[in-house]
DNA sequence: GTCTATAATTTGATAGAC
DNA sequence: GTCTATCAAATTATAGAC
């Protein structure tokens, strides 16, 4: 936790962590006060339930993805961007957070199956609103969103970066 | 439970159907036992850990995938067959049983870590020894296994089986 | 805002009777 | 093989002091 950082922030960078590394139900108010320093009724301060602060952490990691995504200026970019998104996690084997909370979303609360799916479609919505999408991708948007989330679930899943690297081969034109 | 099956084969059923749904720590003893009719003490006679059933479930489900497979007379008929194995799951929305306990390899007990990346390798072997695979493969084996595994993935996520058959769309040349 | 204390429930696992 | 009974630990969440 940096200096600047609400406490918000920290419990929320805790959580992120430990939900893309073990799931929704990998993870506990008291292993996110233990990471930050205080105590788990505390942490139900910030955030009443866990759904709450799943559904924050939800959306607050769809914000960064489309601050790092930024305005592409050409479909060519767009694909570039969005592989480096990926590529950085595989390089750490660590699962997007999307991933790590949609795949059990038949068990998730509510207020999160919702905030999962809406991050796949963020994701999908930005490569088609790319300039010149229709003519210059190499694929569907939906076909190299789902390429990469596959393609970073299966290197986690065999805990080999290189993995990710052999199946997006096709993405690089 | 059918009336010829082993009480251990409906246990894993039982496992296989909520691990798929909910991941590793998305079921109990408890809930397997009184989904076949039993209590927990005697679950854990069939299966003393939960890596140990865990383990085992894995394992069964990659027999069944490969017998599902089966043996292709070509290259196309292979890409068919694993692209069918996927689509039927899609079209109930559940998810890979490998995707579902891979995405937390993190936090999986060693045993059922290694079971769950020896199914991926698994389809990409199968793939990657299709007749003429080098030759007629419109990609990769790996690229090929992870556009699946993502495309079902992101259509659990979104509860939107559409999405896998949009997904997969350049698998249909 | 953070704490102590605790309630109510669930979990994986074991002992021992039958 | 299945049961009852139980354990020790962990879970989400709340009440109320400071």
């Known amino acids: 936790m940096s200096q600047s950082e609400t406490i918000r922030d920290a419990i929320l ?6 939900a893309r590394a073990a ?8 292993e996110l006060a233990a990471d930050v320093g205080i105590k788990s009724a505390s942490v139900h301060y ?3 339930t866990k759904s709450d602060l799943a559904h924050e952490l939800m959306e607050r990691y769809r914000t960064k993805a489309l601050d790092f ?4 200026a050409s479909a060519d970019a767009a694909l570039d961007r969005i592989v480096l998104l990926f590529r950085q996690a595989a390089l750490e ?5 999307c991933g790590a909370l949609g795949v059990s979303s038949a068990a998730l609360p509510p207020l999160v199956q ?9 994701l999908v919505d930005w490569l088609k609103h790319a300039p010149d999408a229709g003519r210059d991708l190499p694929f569907p948007p939906e076909a190299i ?4 989330e596959g393609a970073l679930l299966l290197s986690v899943t065999a805990r080999d970066p290189a993995f990710f690297e ?8």
């Open 13 to 18: 960078d805790a959580a992120e962590a430990r």
């Open 23 to 30: 799931g929704y139900n990998g993870f506990s108010f008291r």
């Open 145 to 148: 969103v789902a390429l990469l």
């Open 46 to 48: 910030h955030f009443p």
């Open 93 to 97: 084997s660590e699962m997007c957070l």
């Open 69 to 72: 995504l930024g305005e592409p």
């Open 114 to 122: 919702t905030s999962a799916a809406r991050f796949s479609r963020t």
């Open 166 to 173: 052999r199946a997006t081969l096709p993405l690089n034109p």
